[in-house]
């Protein structure tokens, strides 16, 4: 069975930091392009960060560029997401899925306020 199970996600204030999780299995984890999607309230999903397969090239939307971080360890499966500069704009639900949106993790609530 794919299976991808997001944690990580919580309070914070803004400004603060979060490391999101995406523990995977049931798939070549290292042969995929790996996405981190979010969807605030009341509004659509939205890509936020991509990795190439072996890490190392990473692409994010201009929302969160420079603040987000993807990366990946393909040893264990597991696909990351640092957070920091959290602002509330960033509240969603955060969720892990391959390239090509054919898996995902039922997400992560990330809220940011005071």
């Known amino acids: 069975q794919v299976q991808l199970v997001e944690s990580g996600g919580g309070l914070v204030q803004p400004g603060g930091s979060l490391r999101l999780s995406c523990a995977t299995s049931?798939?070549?984890?290292?042969?995929?392009?790996m996405a981190w999607v979010r969807q605030a309230p009341g509004k659509g999903r939205e890509w936020i960060a991509e990795i190439n397969s072996g890490g190392g090239s990473e692409y994010y939307a201009d929302s969160v560029n420079g603040r987000f971080k993807i990366s990946r360890d393909n040893a264990k499966n597991i696909l990351y997401l640092e957070m920091n500069s959290l602002k509330p704009e960033d509240t969603a639900v955060y969720y892990c899925?391959?390239?090509?949106?054919?898996?995902w993790g039922q997400g992560t609530q990330v809220t940011v306020s005071s």
């Open positions: 049931g798939f070549t984890f290292r042969s995929y392009v």
């Open positions: 899925a391959n390239e090509l949106l054919q898996y």
